[in-house]
């Protein structure tokens, strides 16, 4: 196995050339699975934390989902989406990389909310072996230098220049990349497009070197570490923030009011849910012209939850109002929030 600092990473003096061709997304390379235990040498067994931050909206869940090859974290156009730490595991060979996505660090909510989010994202560098720190390749602003001053110094930082495929003019990258060792001794610099199967089998093979050797914290199939009663409320709110205006989003909450846990293969699993906003205003909103707008936002996430768990779902959809609910610590704590 070789050593952190000879792997395939790409400094920024080297250019990168991305494959013209897409894979798709659940191409997965079997070069790196051990070799069945016949011969004496196993592979040592590896498994370590690796966090993904960055400013808001950089592709972080992007690419939380495409490393764990399924969608775990819930992912849209909007800045500020995800606002819990999700884990998602991937096991390749003799190592298990546990992934954990963060909320951008946030300015735009309310202050209770703010906190709590940034305290995640804290939080979610303590104990971590390596960082994924995220920007949009050719890009580095006051709000990634906010979010860069938080990288331990005694951690390997990877530099993750992502949506490659939207730079307009790719030969910026390599002067960009040069002036990016003056800001932080990262580890590797990785120009990439999380949206690329190649990039991110390229990608696993660059961090593997970083998990110590240690036995794996999850079982070989595992996916995440969150239940699936939260994956449903955050699909709830994946739709709801993809089918709302811009303001809203950020004042509304998805709580999960009944779930049938167990066995519902081939069977029917109901649960009811209910979208927490600020205001009545916030309520008509959502609910639209003769509840169309709630309507669609439930339909798109019973089928969305229909596919994930491979049976039929009944989804009771509710808005409520509670004013407030963002400001008051002990409100979100009882939706969630650390
Ligand atoms: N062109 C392009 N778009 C991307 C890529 N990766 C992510 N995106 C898009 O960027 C937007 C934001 O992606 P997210 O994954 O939600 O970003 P995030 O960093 O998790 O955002 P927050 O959770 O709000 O901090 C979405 O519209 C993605 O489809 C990429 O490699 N190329
Ligand atoms: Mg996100």
């Known amino acids: 196995m070789s050593a952190p600092s000879r792997s395939k990473g790409i400094g920024p003096d080297e250019a990168h050339e991305a494959t013209p061709v897409d894979t798709p997304a659940h191409s997965q390379d079997d070069s790196s699975r051990a070799p069945p235990e016949v011969s004496a040498v196993a592979t040592p067994r590896r498994c370590g934390l690796v966090a993904i931050v960055g400013r808001p909206n950089v592709g972080k869940s992007t690419l939380l989902n495409a490393l764990v090859g399924q969608k775990i974290s819930i992912t849209s156009k909007k800045a500020q989406t995800t606002r819990h730490r999700i884990t998602g595991i991937r096991t390749l060979g003799a190592a298990q990389f546990v992934f954990v996505d963060t909320p951008g660090f946030q300015d735009r909510h309310t202050a209770a909310l703010n906190r709590s989010l940034n305290r995640t994202v804290k939080g979610s560098l303590a104990d971590v072996d390596a960082v994924l720190f995220v920007v949009e390749a050719g890009r580095f602003g006051p709000d990634d230098a906010k979010v860069l001053a938080l990288m331990p110094r005694d951690k390997p930082v990877v530099l993750i220049a992502n949506k490659l495929d939207a730079l307009a003019r790719r030969q910026d990258v390599l002067p960009w990349l040069k002036t990016l060792p003056e800001r932080h001794p990262f580890a590797e610099y990785v120009p990439m497009t999380a949206r690329r199967a190649d990039d991110i089998q390229r990608l696993l093979k660059i961090l593997e070197p970083y ?29 709801l923030f993809r089918l709302t205006g811009d303001e ?3 004042t509304s909450t998805v709580v999960i009011d009944r779930f049938e846990e167990g066995d519902v293969e081939g069977g029917l699993r109901r649960l009811a849910a209910s979208i927490v906003v600020e205001r009545d205003a916030h309520k008509g909103m959502i609910i639209g012209e003769r509840g169309e707008r709630l309507k669609r936002i439930g339909s798109e996430a019973r089928q969305e939850l229909e ?8 989804l009771e959809l509710w808005v409520k109002v509670r004013s407030g609910w963002a400001d008051d610590d002990q409100h979100l704590r009882s939706y969630g929030y650390e």
């Not at 994930?308 to 009944?314: A, E, G, H, Q, T």
């Open 211 to 239: 998990l110590p050797e240690q036995e794996w914290f999850h079982e070989e199939d595992a996916l995440t570490d969150r239940s699936e009663r939260f994956l449903a409320s955050e699909i709830i709110r994946e739709k």
């Open 248 to 250: 809203l989003p950020y």
């Open 307 to 314: 596919q994930l768990w491979d049976c039929k779902v009944f």
